[in-house]
C-alpha cells in the first residue's frame, strides 16, 4: 500500500485526531494528537490491510520555539508482511509532558520509552517501570531538551563530585607520585595552540 | 633405619611431585596453545621453560587480600586442606617394583578417601569467602565431586574384582595375567566410566564449571590471591597427577611395558602418566563445557548404570571362566 | 505436671520471609561483551528476574550531532558497534544521502556493499568467538581471530585503520580500492569457507554444544516482532525480515544472495542463521568484486569538510557551530525542512537513523536506533525461568555491543 494511503485511511478512521500528513523524500508522515494513541497504533498493528507489526522506532524531538507544541513522540512502523512503512508522530505540549504507553501493543516499547523519558523528561503512562535507562538515576535534568547546554551546563555531575573527593582523601597511598588532579589542566592544550 | 628411608622416599617422591605440578603448568600452556595456532609461553628462557618459576615467584610476591567480611580460620584452612589430601594421596602410588611410600592392602580406598576430602577444602574455600560467586561455585564443585565419586567407585570394583585385592602393588602384579598385560581389554566400560570421572573428580573441562571463568570468574577460588592461590592451583594439578597415576595402575598395567629399559624402572609409567595428562590438555582445547544440570544428570544417569553394568559383567566373566 | 509442661512448649509459628538469591553479574564481567551490568533473581540455578543496567558508555553522540555536521558525525558513527564499524558508517551515509537527496555513482555503491559484508564477517567471527569461548569451546576463538586479523588487515589497507575506520563518506567512499586489496580479498574468499568448516568440525555437531545450546532461549515469531528484535535473532524465530532485501540500498539489489531462516527460535537456531550469514557475505563479496565498475566514487554535491590551507586555517582554528566551519562547507541547496527515517543491516540488526532536518548544515535531531539496546531490552523476557548458565549463552546469541546500546 502507498503511504500516502495509508495516511488517508487513518484520517477517515479517526478524523478528529489526524492534523497534518507531510512527505519528505517519498516517506509520509502523520502528525496526531495524543489523546487516542493507544487505540489508533492498536489499530494499525491489527488490520488486516495495513498489518504494521514492526515498530521500528520510537523518539522524542523537542521543537522549541519552533513550534508551538514543543515535543513530539515519533513511532516509525514497518510492516513485514506488507513491506510499507508509516512515521506517526505524536504531538506532547509541555505542560502536560506525558503520553499513554503502546507497552501493551509491543513489549519492544518498554526499553525505547525508556529513553524517551530518560532523555526529554516525557513521561509514558501505564509503563511497567518508568525509570531513567541510559543517565545515573539521581541525574537531574534531561539531556536533549534544546534548553541543555551541551557541556551541561558547568557543573558537574554529584556522583563525579564524589569521585573527585575520594581520589583526594586516597591521595595518601600515592606511593609513587603518578597522581594526575584530572581537574587541573595538563598544559598540552596550551603547547598545540602554539 | 627404616624410618630414614621412608622419609628419603618421602622427599623425594615429593620433589619430584612438585616439579612435575610446576612444568605441567608450563606443557599445558605450551600444548593448548599449539592446538590454538599460537605458541604458548615463548619469552622466560629459551621456549619459555623457565616460565613456571616466574609464575612461581610471581604468586609469592603478590599481597595477600583477604576480604574483611570473609571467616579468617576456615579462609586460612581451605586451601591446606585441599593441599594436604592430594598430596597424602601419593604416598601409595607404587611408581616403580617395591616403590611405594606406603604399600597399603587398601590402596584403592585411601586415595578415594582423600579425594573425597578435597572436596571439603572447596567447600569451605566458597562458604568462608563470603561471596556470591564463590559460594556458587564452592557449592556447585562439591555436589559434582559427590556425584562422580560415586561413580568412579562403582568403576574401580571391576578391577578389584579381577585382581581380587585393594593394594596397588598387587593390583599391578595381577595384570600381569591379562592380555597384553592391562586391564583394559577386560574392563572396557569400567575404564570409559573412569575416564569420565577423572575429569569431573579434578573439575576440569568438560567438567569444569565450578571455576568456569566466563560465568563465575574464578569460582570458590575468586577471592584467594597470591599464595594461597598457588596452593588450590597446586592441589588441582596434584589431583590430575594422581588420578592419572590410578588410572595407570588400575588399567594400563602401571610399570609395565613391552621391553625393559635397563636402569630407569619407572620409564613406562611415567610414559603412560604423561599421555592422560596429556589428554587432560586435549579435552581442555577441545570440548566447550557442560551446564550443571546435564553434568549432574550425565552422572547419575549415565555413568552410575554403567558402572553398575560392568560389574555385574565382570561377576558373570569371572564365574564363567574362573 | 502435663498442663505445665503443655503451656511452657508453645509451638511459635513464625513467618518466615523468602528472598530470592541476588547476584549481580557485574559491569566488569568476562561474558556480558561490555559494560553491562544483570542483576539476577536466583531461586537456586533458575532464574526468576533478570535486570540489565545500561549506560556506562553513553557518549552523548546523539546531543553531539545536534552541534556537528552531517561529516563531522561520521567518526562518532564508527565508535557505535566497533567491531563493525564500516556496517555503522554506511548505515548513517545512506540515511544522510536519502535526506540530502544525493546520487551515490556505482563504483561507490559496489565499494560500500563490499566493505560493508566485509564488516558482517568481522562482526560475525568476533560473535563466534566470544559465543563459543563463554560456553567453554576456547580453539575456537583463536581460529576465527586468525581470520579476522586477515579481514583487520585489509581494512588498514583502504583507510588505514582497523577498528574505526571512517571510511565511507556522505556521497560515497573517501578513496578509491587498490588492486592489491582486490586481489588479496579474492584470495580471501576462495578460502574462507573451508576456514567456516572448520569452526563448524569443532562445534557444530558437537553433544555438549547441541546440548548447551538446542531448546534454550526459545523465542516465538510473533514475540519476537512484538519485543522489536531484529537481524539474525529474528530470523533464528522463523521471521523473514532482512533489510537488505525489503528496503534495498547501494548494491544489495544487483546481487544475488539468500537470507537464512531458522525454525525454533532457540540459540542453536540463532547459531545457524549467523554461520549461513557467513557464508552468504562471502559469496556476496565474490560477485561485487567481480561486478565492480570504474568510475568515480563520490558524488560531486557531497557536503564534506575542506581541508583549510592558510587563511581558512585561522578560521577553523576558532570557528563555533555557527561560523566557520559551516562557512567552510559547500553550499548546496540539498539541505531541506523535513525528516526520513533510513535503516541498514549491520551484523547485529537493522541499525536506523532517524534525521529532522531544518534546512540548516547541522542536523536538528538525529536518533540512533540501535539493535543491541533493544535486544537488551528483551533480555528479561528471554531469560525467565532459564539457568545460569544459560543466560550467558542466551546473550551470546543475542550478540549485543555495548557501545552500540549505549550510543
Keep these: ?194 | 633405619m627404616e624410618l630414614l628411608w621412608i622419609l628419603i622416599k618421602i622427599l623425594i617422591v615429593f620433589a619430584v611431585v612438585m616439579f612435575h605440578v610446576m612444568y605441567a603448568t608450563y606443557f599445558e600452556r605450551k600444548v593448548i596453545g599449539h592446538m590454538q595456532v599460537r605458541m604458548g609461553p615463548m619469552r622466560v628462557g629459551p621456549h619459555g621453560i623457565l616460565q613456571p618459576i616466574a609464575d612461581g615467584l610471581k604468586l609469592f610476591f603478590k599481597e595477600d587480600i583477604i576480604p574483611t567480611v570473609a571467616d579468617r580460620k576456615v579462609f586460612y584452612a581451605a586451601p591446606l586442606i585441599c593441599l594436604i589430601s592430594a598430596l597424602s594421596a601419593v604416598a601409595v602410588v607404587p611408581f616403580f617394583e617395591g616403590f611405594a611410600i606406603a604399600n597399603i592392602n587398601i590402596g584403592i580406598l585411601y586415595i578415594f578417601a582423600m579425594s573425597s576430602l578435597a572436596s571439603y577444602g572447596v567447600v569451605l574455600a566458597g562458604w568462608s569467602s563470603n561471596s556470591k560467586y564463590s559460594f556458587l561455585g564452592g557449592l556447585r564443585s562439591s555436589a559434582q565431586v559427590i556425584s562422580y565419586e560415586v561413580a568412579m567407585g562403582l568403576s574401580l570394583v571391576g578391577v578389584m574384582m579381577l585382581s581380587g585385592s585393594l593394594n596397588l602393588t598387587d593390583i599391578v602384579h595381577a595384570q600381569m595375567k591379562s592380555p597384553f598385560k592391562i586391564y583394559l581389554i577386560p574392563q572396557i566400560i569400567g575404564f570409559f566410566v573412569f575416564v569420565i570421572a577423572m575429569f569431573a573428580e579434578t573439575n576440569r573441562t568438560p567438567f569444569d564449571l565450578p571455576e568456569a571463568e566466563s560465568e563465575l570468574v574464578a569460582g570458590y577460588c575468586t577471592e584467594y590471591s597470591g599464595m594461597r592461590f598457588a596452593l588450590f592451583f597446586m592441589a588441582e594439578y596434584i589431583g590430575m597427577i594422581v588420578m592419572s597415576c590410578l588410572a595407570v595402575v588400575c588399567f594400563l598395567g602401571g610399570w609395565s611395558g613391552p621391553f625393559d629399559v635397563p636402569g630407569i624402572p619407572f620409564f613406562w609409567f611415567l610414559i603412560k602418566v604423561y599421555f592422560f595428562i596429556f589428554v587432560y590438555y586435549w579435552v581442555r582445547a577441545t570440548l566447550p563445557r557442560y551446564r550443571y544440570d546435564q553434568l549432574m544428570a550425565l552422572g547419575w544417569k549415565v555413568l552410575i548404570p554403567l558402572a553398575l553394568l560392568n560389574i555385574v559383567l565382570t561377576g558373570i566373566i569371572k564365574s564363567m571362566f574362573g | ?407
Design chain 1, 1 to 194: 500500500m502507498e503511504p500516502l494511503e495509508i495516511a488517508n485511511r487513518l484520517k477517515e478512521r479517526f478524523p478528529e485526531q489526524v492534523l497534518e500528513v507531510t512527505e519528505c523524500r517519498d516517506q509520509v508522515g502523520i502528525i496526531v494528537k495524543k489523546d487516542r494513541i493507544v487505540e489508533m497504533l492498536r489499530w494499525l498493528h491489527d488490520d488486516p490491510s495495513m498489518q504494521l507489526d514492526h515498530l521500528a522506532d520510537l523518539c522524542g524531538v523537542d521543537y522549541l520555539g519552533k513550534k508551538d507544541v514543543r515535543f513530539e513522540v515519533v513511532y516509525n512502523l514497518y510492516s513485514i508482511p506488507l513491506r510499507h512503512r508509516i512515521r506517526i508522530r505524536a504531538q506532547v505540549p509541555e505542560d502536560d509532558c506525558q503520553i499513554e504507553s503502546v507497552t501493551s501493543i509491543w513489549m519492544g516499547a518498554d526499553w525505547h520509552e525508556r529513553e524517551c523519558f530518560d532523555l526529554f523528561g516525557i513521561t509514558f503512562n501505564n509503563h511497567p517501570d518508568m525509570r531513567r535507562v541510559l543517565l545515573p538515576e539521581d541525574w537531574e535534568g534531561y539531556p536533549l531538551r534544546k534548553d541543555y547546554p551541551l557541556d551541561g551546563g558547568g557543573k558537574n555531575w554529584r556522583g563525579y563530585d564524589e569521585v573527585l573527593e575520594k581520589s583526594k582523601r586516597l591521595r595518601k597511598f600515592d606511593f609513587y607520585g603518578q597522581y594526575q588532579d584530572p581537574t587541573k589542566s595538563t598544559g598540552l592544550e596550551e603547547d598545540a595552540r602554539k
Design chain 3, 1 to 407: 505436671m502435663p498442663e505445665n509442661k503443655a503451656e511452657s512448649k508453645e509451638i511459635v509459628r513464625e513467618e518466615v520471609a523468602y528472598e530470592p538469591y541476588t547476584i549481580a553479574m557485574g559491569p566488569q564481567h568476562p561474558a556480558t561483551h561490555g559494560v553491562l551490568k544483570l542483576d539476577l533473581e536466583l531461586d537456586g540455578e533458575t532464574i526468576l528476574n533478570c535486570k540489565p543496567t545500561v549506560g556506562f558508555l553513553h557518549r552523548g553522540v546523539e546531543k553531539l550531532a545536534e552541534n556537528l555536521s552531517y561529516a563531522q558525525t561520521l567518526p562518532l558513527t564508527d565508535r557505535l558497534d566497533y567491531i563493525a564499524s564500516m556496517a555503522n558508517n554506511v548505515a548513517y551515509s545512506i540515511a544522510v544521502e536519502k535526506l540530502l537527496g544525493i546520487e551515490v555513482p556505482m563504483r561507490a555503491k559496489y565499494i560500500r556493499t563490499i566493505v560493508m559484508e566485509m564488516a558482517r564477517l568481522t562482526g560475525h567471527l568476533l560473535w563466534l568467538a566470544t559465543h563459543a569461548l563463554d560456553i567453554g569451546a576456547m580453539t575456537v576463538f583463536l581460529y576465527c581471530f586468525r581470520e579476522r586479523e586477515n579481514l583487520l588487515d585489509m581494512f588498514e589497507e583502504i583507510c588505514g585503520a582497523r577498528l574505526t575506520t571512517s571510511y565511507t563518506c556522505v556521497g560515497g567512499v573517501r578513496q578509491d580500492v587498490t588492486g592489491h586489496f582486490l586481489e588479496a580479498l579474492h584470495a580471501f574468499t576462495d578460502d574462507f569457507p573451508s576456514k567456516i568448516a572448520e569452526y563448524e568440525t569443532l562445534i557444530d555437531k558437537n553433544r555438549i554444544w547441541l546440548k548447551r545450546t538446542q531448546g534454550v532461549g526459545i523465542v516465538s515469531a510473533k514475540d519476537a516482532v512484538s519485543l522489536g528484535l531484529t537481524g539474525p535473532t529474528l530470523r533464528g524465530s522463523g521471521v523473514d525480515y532482512d533489510v537488505r532485501k525489503h528496503m534495498p540500498y547501494d548494491a544489495y539489489p544487483y546481487v544475488d544472495f539468500e537470507v537464512p531462516i531458522g525454525s525454533k527460535g532457540d540459540v542453536y537456531d540463532r547459531y545457524r542463521c549467523r554461520m549461513e550469514e557467513m557464508h552468504q557475505s562471502n559469496s556476496i563479496i565474490r560477485q561485487c568484486i567481480e561486478a565492480l565498475p570504474t568510475g568515480p566514487i563520490r558524488s560531486p554535491d557531497a557536503p564534506d569538510i575542506v581541508m583549510p590551507y592558510g587563511e581558512q586555517k585561522r578560521v577553523a582554528a576558532d570557528a563555533t557551530f555557527a561560523s566557520g566551519v559551516i562557512k567552510l562547507m559547500k553550499d548546496n541547496e540539498h539541505y531541506i525542512d523535513g525528516d526520513v527515517y533510513v535503516s541498514a543491516e549491520v551484523p547485529k540488526g537493522e541499525l536506523g537513523f532517524y534525521f529532522v532536518s531544518d534546512g540548516r548544515g547541522v542536523p536538528y535531531r538525529m536518533h540512533i536506533r540501535s539493535p543491541s539496546y533493544i535486544h537488551i531490552g528483551a533480555l528479561p523476557f528471554l531469560c525467565k525461568g532459564q539457568m545460569v548458565a544459560d543466560v550467558i549463552a542466551i546473550i551470546g546469541s543475542v550478540d549485543v555491543v555495548l557501545g552500540e546500546c549505549d550510543r
